[in-house]
């Protein structure tokens, strides 16, 4: 398969990106910053589709992991930042998709799962609450369902009538790549800022970076694209 990856050098894309060419595919990483890899690694701006919106025409998939990454501060500038950058990225692939001869037959885009509620009593999944409108949220969590809604809204509107689009509600995955949250939570930790979170009793999501890989590996390969 022709895998093209928008933001494929972050902790997710690097992965994917890893475990599809160790297998012989032909991976295609979009950077805003390009960086050497076994893999092809070309230049992305959404605002600039020229550059890059040819490889995805006869992709057979393209995982759109691009947006700004949400460790930082949530100051008003970085808030409009990160749902922009996740937004843009759809449009300019949905762009790429409507302008391409052979189309993906898949696209597989990153999503959050700070949508959910948080709660201990139902399951989270498509049948149980949303999240934000708890008693004593936060602000920070009714943003994060904002950028979720926003996100997904985008890939709801975008044109793609011979794409299958998939969105990948996935929560921290862990693995020992740079950017990922073991390489944040070491660098607190080296600060002399370790310790507990709250009482220590939470529950907290996360997905191991295997399974998460095979999700995605099975999705893309799978036969019914």
């Known amino acids: 398969m022709k895998i093209a990856i928008p933001g494929g050098t972050g902790q997710v894309g690097t992965i994917l990106a ?3 060419h160790a297998e012989g595919h032909e991976v ?5 910053s390009p960086k050497p890899a076994p893999w092809r690694v070309v230049a992305w701006d959404p605002r600039r589709p020229a550059g890059w919106a040819h490889e995805l025409d006869g992709a057979d998939v393209v995982i759109n992991l691009a947006g700004r990454s949400v460790n930082c501060r949530y100051t008003p500038g970085n808030r409009r930042v990160i ?3 996740r937004v843009d990225s759809v449009r300019a692939v949905s762009q790429a998709i409507a302008a391409a001869a052979r189309p993906p037959r898949a696209w597989l885009q ?3 799962a700070t949508i959910y509620a948080h709660t201990y009593d139902v399951p989270n999944d498509e049948s149980g609450p949303i999240g934000g409108d708890e008693p004593g949220a936060p602000d920070t969590w009714r943003f994060s369902i904002d950028v979720s809604t926003a996100w997904e809204r985008a890939l709801d509107e975008a044109p793609a009538p011979g794409t299958r689009k998939v969105k990948l509600r996935s929560a921290m995955i862990l693995s020992p790549d740079p950017g990922g949250i073991f390489d944040t939570l070491l660098g607190l930790v080296r600060r002399g ?4 979170a709250a009482d220590g009793r939470q529950y907290i999501s996360w ?5 998460s890989r095979r999700a995605l590996h099975d ?3 799978h036969d019914r694209w």
């Open 18 to 20: 890893r475990a599809f």
């Open 83 to 85: 749902i922009d950058s």
């Open 193 to 196: 800022l370790g310790g507990t």
């Open 110 to 112: 990153a999503s959050t």
């Open 219 to 221: 999705r893309a390969g």
């Open 207 to 211: 997905i191991h970076e295997t399974d």
């Open 28 to 32: 295609v990483a979009l950077a805003r």
